[in-house]
């Protein structure tokens, strides 16, 4: 009898757990379906006209500035995202212009040539390529 009441109890469980994976999963769909045609446009067109390399011409042109630090008080570090080494005084540095997110030269220099967004927020890291998705 113990045995029947357990194998009842789990099978209410999973009926239960499907309820509530039917309800999450309709109301999704239903947001999904419910954003318009609009939006699903614009994104489309971002990413059909979103350039998808860099130049070194390009990369040229980001913005390069030596570290320092603000002030002597100040004791938290910051962190290149690419390498996650601490930005050291004099260490070459390079800031992209959408984001205002800053890497040491060389980690961001690799890392845009193949893939040119921020490595931290998705930013398109080509000032002009960021000036034709509107």
Known sequence: MEIFISVMLLFAGIAVLIVIHVCIAGRVHRRRNNQGDHDHNHTMVT???????????????????????????????????????????????????????S???????SWVLKTPVCPI???CANPTSQDEVV
């Open 121 to 123: 927020c998705r930013t």
């Open 103 to 109: 890497f040491h030269v060389q980690c961001i220099d």
């Open 47 to 101: 990413i059909s006209t979103e350039k998808k390399t860099m130049s070194n011409d390009d990369l040229k042109r980001l913005p390069c500035f030596e570290y320092k630090v603000a002030e002597k008080g100040n004791t938290s570090s910051v962190d290149c995202a690419v390498c996650l080494e601490n930005f050291k005084m004099g260490d070459k540095c390079r800031l992209l212009p959408n984001c205002r997110h």
